[in-house]
């Protein structure tokens, strides 16, 4: 390997790093603002300056600079020293001094670089620019004076977001940054570009004036608006929880978050359930937990086992599930369901409800097949990530379903279960590719298995999937892309029908027919709460959404910020969220209210805190005990396709997407105003793009 | 120069003729293929002869000609100050040179003569016949203070010749382009004042001349022993 020698250091590389990243191994601290290292090099900053020999005698710009063997490279040599006050006070010329009201104060790259290797004074006298601000839609507000024209916003749009709209216009002093025509931009993903942004000149909107970085109580997490469960980091001031950011997770998010998962905050704070209500006389009136207890142990007593339905819903927690279904089995319930949307995954090996090639196992992938799947707004990162392997010119990717922007090129094979009927039968076009490709993968999207054909869809998929040899000795391309982030951990934990049980939407019919006395709903809204009957409602949440609107008793659980939880996101990597504020009023968190409905209804959980209900959680499930841990697409090998859903006739439905909102999946997106706002942005410019 | 921005007018539509079209695709051509998006300066001159400004639904067509996301060409038509994204007058558009030399031989009087004839800088008159900006450099400084005039130089102006000029251009005139002065190309004005002397010319003066540093002759060969 050639070696360089920094600052007299000498360092061994692997041949094509630049000069910045080797000046980095040897541990030094670079200057920059234009360069990301995810996105690709512009060079046009130029704080990064450093000197290097041989070369000639003048401070060159690191980050675009191929290293070279024998190299030495000095950072901190009089003649850096210099370039770099020079560039930072040009770069300071034009930027205005109002840190003191600026959102990014605190955090800002300029104002860190300043300190660090600016000059103590200016010597400028002139007037200083200034750029009007620019409309870039409901998320990002900006204060365009503030640019420093690194132009890493443009280059996340084009490269990482597939939304090529932002670019610089003018030139010279003149030159900004904007979206073409100034809109918003068509991404999940905008959030982000306020993080790439290095001073203050794009920030998060919803949030503008609303904190100070410094004051914030920062928790790490786990996102739960998606079932990619990106890693987040919480931050609270009080009892409020002020702003969501991401946290690097290469395995799954890298460093970006979806809009959903960022800007969801405002939702946590609205519509919120905060003590315990009961119906009388078909009025909500607030009652005291004893009071809802006993009212709900009463009804439990009085109906028959299987009179009673348990279902839960998208955004539970692992725990909560757990308590659950230990007290409603321990009573003798079999109307037991996780699946909300009536999937049928649940019955065979975990392979198959799982994402098993993995998110970052997508960059190893040549061909892709996107079944009843929009990863736009089913999972944005794993669309993200596909875009990265396509962007590479290594993936070829076909889609059946609808026919959507989705950031990449993709042939077209139909709207269908005929379509995948045809591809199974042919031997060139797409059929070809997937039949020469070294690692190829199906995603099938969550609403291709929640219909009523699903069975047999499931069977034709798993044909499918043994014709292109889709699961090998040595990989696993089998993919289904969760939208619920509570799916993969409800499966896991078992949490479907017993033996005689009813599944959601059957439990649903079965209220609406009146054979149903009792319905537990544990933060479940995503069915028709309209149709449930004369059924005993019981909603478990955080939300005053669809469940508590028709709940007879509502009990006020914990948000996904407010506990700590296990969650199992569509990989089947179990991860750990922890609290970051507590639950708003006497709301508590959900395990504890199901603890304490046990003792009400005379079937006491064996555990007394949340380390116990762990414990015996990963006993009895031992996939629960590896935080962190998925197999990967090598090793989860093997596992028999021929075995899933059952033979049948596929109807000729076309498939579709199961999110048909981005911004409103789940009860909390949709207390948001924000995201509320988005959805009613994005519904009115969207392109009626149907299902050929 | 000043913070360029599209017209706030914008027509509904763009095509390009035939004629313009066989331009077009004859500077694709002349790219290698993946590599149409060189073009896209050329192109928008074209557009420009055509319509003569840049238009938004200009910049859109050049960019689905081209596959180009459509702030790239957005990028370049802002950039480049030839690129008139305003509409110009149908008669003319003139161009004054304002730079230091021009400036020296009288282009303010020329600019407070377009003043008074047109009406203020880079705005279509009312008529709609004219427009006129002021331009940096165009490299005519021997023949100051001109202006360019739609594609031509016009040389050595007065604020009299330069209403003249605007007068025929009102009328639909094609007034001719050069020098004002009378003078051919860059020429001294007044005619030539060095190298008058007739005996440089009529070849009285040669001499034979032998050239410094001229290589030796190649010696003979040696005759073979």
């Known amino acids: 390997m050639p070696k360089a020698k920094v600052n007299g250091k000498e360092i061994e590389f692997e041949p094509g790093l630049t000069v910045l990243q080797v000046a980095e191994l040897a541990g030094e601290e670079i200057p920059r603002f234009c360069y990301h290292e995810r996105l690709s090099i512009a060079g046009n900053c130029r704080m990064c300056l450093v000197e290097v020999k041989p070369g000639p005698p003048k401070p060159q710009a690191s980050c675009a600079l191929p290293a070279a063997d024998g190299q030495e490279i000095l950072t901190a040599s009089p003649m850096v020293k210099k370039a770099r006050e020079g560039v930072m006070e040009f770069l300071l010329i034009n930027h205005p001094l109002d840190c003191p009201i600026c959102d990014q104060g605190g955090e800002c790259d300029l104002q860190d670089e300043a300190m660090g290797y600016g000059r103590d004074d200016s010597r400028y006298q002139e007037n200083k620019r200034a750029v009007e601000e620019k409309y870039l839609g409901p998320l990002i507000k900006t204060v365009m004076t503030r640019c420093i024209q690194c132009t890493r916003c443009v280059r996340f749009a084009a490269e990482i977001a597939g939304a090529p709209e932002m670019g610089m216009i003018g030139r010279g002093e003149d030159a900004e940054i904007t979206s073409y025509l100034e809109t918003a931009l068509t991404s999940e993903l905008t959030g982000n570009l306020a993080d790439i942004c290095p001073v203050g000149a794009l920030t998060h909107k919803p949030w503008a004036f609303n904190y100070r970085p410094w004051e914030l109580r920062k928790t790490d997490s786990v996102d739960v608006m998606d079932a990619l469960g990106s890693a987040i980091r919480v931050d609270a001031r009080g009892p409020e929880v002020m702003r969501i950011l991401p946290r690097v997770n290469e395995d799954i998010n890298e460093e970006w978050i979806s809009d959903k998962t960022r800007y969801v905050v405002d939702g946590l704070l609205r519509q919120r359930l905060d003590r315990p209500y009961i119906r009388q006389g078909g009025k909500l009136v607030e009652a005291t937990w004893g009071q809802a207890f006993a009212a709900i142990a009463g009804r439990l007593r009085a109906a028959k086992p299987e009179r009673v339905g348990l279902i839960a819903g998208d955004l539970q927690d692992a725990e909560s599930m757990k308590a659950a279904l230990d007290l409603f089995r321990s009573l003798g319930v079999a109307n037991i369901d996780c699946r909300q949307d009536g999937s049928a995954l649940g019955a065979g090996p975990r392979e198959s409800w799982l994402f098993n090639t993995t998110i970052a196992g997508l960059e190893q992938a040549d061909a892709v097949l996107l079944v009843g799947a929009n990863p736009r707004r089913e999972g944005a990162l794993v669309n993200a990530r596909l875009r990265k392997q396509w962007l590479r010119g290594k993936l070829q990717l076909g889609v059946i379903g609808e026919v959507a922007d989705l950031s990449f090129e993709y042939s077209y094979l139909g709207a269908g279960a005929a379509s995948l009927e045809r591809l199974i039968g042919s031997d060139d076009g797409f059929a070809k590719t997937l039949n020469a490709a070294s690692a190829p993968i199906f995603i099938v999207g969550a609403g291709v298995l929640a219909r009523s054909d699903s069975g047999a869809l499931l069977n034709l998929l798993g044909r499918a999937a043994q014709t292109f040899k889709v699961v090998r000795d040595d990989w696993n391309g089998w993919n289904v892309l969760h939208t619920a982030a509570s799916r993969v951990g409800g499966l896991d934990l078992g949490f479907v029908p017993g033996p005689g049980g009813l599944s959601a939407p059957e439990m649903v019919q079965a209220a609406n027919a009146g054979e149903l006395d009792v319905l537990f709903l544990l933060g479940a809204d995503e069915i028709d709460t309209e149709k449930l009957g004369d059924a005993f409602v019981v909603y478990l949440g955080t939300h005053g959404d669809a469940g508590a609107h028709r709940a007879d008793v509502i009990l006020p659980g914990a948000a996904y910020t407010e506990k700590p939880g296990l969650y199992v996101n569509t990989e089947g990597r179990v991860q750990l969220a922890n609290r970051a504020v507590f639950p708003k009023g006497e709301a508590r968190e959900d395990w504890a209210i199901l603890r304490a409905l046990s003792e009400a209804a005379g079937k006491r959980l064996p555990y007394d805190s949340l380390e116990q209900l762990r414990s015996r959680l990963m006993a009895e499930h031992p996939t629960f005990g590896r935080i962190d841990y998925v197999p990967g697409p090598t090793k989860a090998a093997g596992f028999d396709l021929s075995a899933l859903g059952a033979p049948g006739a596929a109807t000729e439905e076309p498939f579709r997407s199961p999110v048909s909102d981005y911004y409103l999946t789940n009860p909390i997106a949709r207390a948001s105003v924000t995201l509320a706002e988005c959805s009613a942005m994005f519904s009115r410019r969207a392109p009626a793009i149907a299902a050929e | ?225």
């Not at chain 2, 003729?17 to 066989?22: A, G």
């Not at chain 2, 031989?105 to 900006?133: H, N, V, Y």
């Not at chain 2, 330069?162 to 020098?179: D, H, N, Y």
Request: aromatic residues 8%.
């Open chain 2, 1 to 225: 120069m000043s913070v360029r921005r599209l017209a706030k007018e914008q027509p509904e539509s763009f095509a390009f003729t035939p004629e313009t079209l066989e331009k077009v695709h004859w500077w694709i051509g002349k790219y290698p293929e993946g590599r149409q998006r060189s073009a896209v300066i050329p192109i928008l001159w074209l557009v420009q002869k055509q319509e003569g400004w840049v238009s938004e639904p200009a910049i859109r067509t050049v960019a689905d000609l081209l596959d180009l996301d459509v702030i790239r060409v957005l990028e370049v038509a802002t950039f480049y100050t030839m690129f008139q994204l305003e509409p110009v007058g149908r008669a003319a558009l003139i161009q004054v040179c304002g730079t230091t030399p021009c400036q020296l031989r009288g282009a303010s009087a020329l600019m407070e003569t377009c003043k008074a004839e047109i009406g203020p800088k880079d705005r279509l008159s009312s008529d709609g016949l004219f427009t006129w900006q002021e331009v940096e450099c165009l490299g005519a400084c021997v023949n100051a203070p001109m202006a360019q005039i739609n594609d031509l130089y016009f040389e050595d102006l007065t604020p009299e010749s330069l209403k003249q000029i605007i007068a025929e251009f009102r009328e639909g005139k094609t007034p001719k382009a050069g020098s004002y002065a009378g003078r051919r190309s860059s020429e001294p004005a007044g005619g030539p004042l060095t190298l008058l002397d007739e005996s440089l010319y009529d070849g009285r003066l040669a001499k034979p001349i032998t050239l410094p540093n001229r290589p030796e002759p190649a010696p003979k060969p040696a005759p073979a022993a």
